[in-house]
C-alpha cells in the first residue's frame, strides 16, 4: 500500500496561490495609484515646454500675426503697425536668402511663417518671420547663423539685412516690396523660436537710393516683432481643470 500523502504538497501550493495573489494585489493598488494620481511638477513643465514649440503648427495664424500690433511713435504716444497679409508657404527654403537655407537646415527647421505689415503713418512695410526650430539650442544656433550673415541684433541700423525675404502682395501697396528695397533687419530668439523682421520703404526705393539713412523709422519692426516672440515662446503652465489640456 502506498503510503505517501499528498496533503503537503497542496497545502505548498495553496500558500503559493496566496503570495501571488497578495503580490498582484499591491502591484494593482501601485498601478491603479500612478493611472489616478495628478501629473507631476516635472510633467507639467515638460507639457508646456510641447505646447510652446508646437504653438507655430497648432495656433491660428491670426493669433501669430494679429490684425495689429501697437509700437511706441517717433513722436511719443503710441501707435499700431496693420497687417497686410500672411504667407500660406511655410517651407523653411522659400522664406530666406539661399545662404541662410543651409543654416536653418542644420540647426533643425521645421518651418517659417511669414506676415507683412505697414506702419500707421504707411510709408515703411515689415516683414515679419516665425522660424521654428528643432529646439532652443537649434534656435540659439540658427541666431548665431544670422548675426554672421549681417543681420542685427534687436538694433535697427538701417543697413540692408540678408536673411528673411520680404513678402509682398499684389494689388495692395506692398507690391514693390522685393528684396533690393530691403533697408533694415533684425533677428531675436526665444526658445524655440526665431523671429526675424525685414524693412523698406512703401515707394519701392531700393536701400542704395535712400538719400539719408534713417533708422528710426524702421525701429518699430523690431518692437512688433518682439511682441510676436513673446506671444509665442511664453509658457503657459497646464491647468488640468481646464478642456483645453488632458492631464
Known amino acids: 500500500m502506498n503510503s505517501a500523502r499528498p496533503w503537503p504538497t497542496l497545502v505548498v501550493a495553496s500558500a503559493l496561490t496566496l503570495v501571488c495573489a497578495v503580490a498582484a494585489g499591491v502591484a494593482g493598488s501601485a498601478a491603479g495609484t500612478e493611472l ?36 511706441s511713435a517717433e513722436q511719443g504716444g503710441q501707435e499700431r503697425a496693420s497687417r497686410i497679409g500672411i504667407s500660406p508657404q511655410t517651407a523653411c527654403g522659400d522664406s530666406v536668402d539661399a545662404k541662410a537655407v543651409r543654416a536653418l537646415s542644420g540647426a533643425g527647421c521645421k518651418g517659417v511663417l511669414r506676415a507683412t505689415y505697414i506702419d500707421a503713418l504707411r510709408g515703411v512695410l515689415v516683414t515679419i518671420g516665425v522660424v521654428a526650430l528643432r529646439d532652443e539650442l537649434g534656435a540659439v544656433r540658427a541666431k548665431s547663423a544670422f548675426v ?19 513678402l509682398a502682395f499684389r494689388d495692395t501697396v506692398s507690391d514693390r516690396f522685393g528684396p533690393a528695397v530691403r533697408q533694415s533687419g533684425s533677428v531675436r530668439q526665444a526658445g524655440p523660436y526665431l523671429v526675424l523682421t525685414t524693412a523698406g520703404q512703401v515707394d519701392g526705393r531700393p536701400a542704395d537710393a535712400a538719400a539719408e539713412p534713417r533708422p528710426a523709422i524702421f525701429a518699430f519692426a523690431g518692437e512688433i516683432s518682439e511682441h510676436v516672440l513673446t506671444g509665442l515662446s511664453t509658457p503657459k503652465m497646464p491647468d488640468c481643470a481646464s478642456p483645453e489640456w488632458q492631464c
Open 36 to 71: 489616478t494620481r495628478g501629473p507631476s511638477t516635472a510633467e507639467l513643465h515638460e507639457a508646456a515646454r510641447r505646447e510652446v514649440a508646437d504653438r507655430w503648427r497648432t495656433w491660428p495664424t491670426g493669433r501669430i500675426f494679429p490684425a495689429t500690433l501697437p509700437y
Open 148 to 166: 554672421r550673415m549681417g543681420a542685427d541684433v534687436g538694433v535697427d541700423d538701417g543697413k540692408p539685412a540678408p536673411g528673411l525675404r520680404p
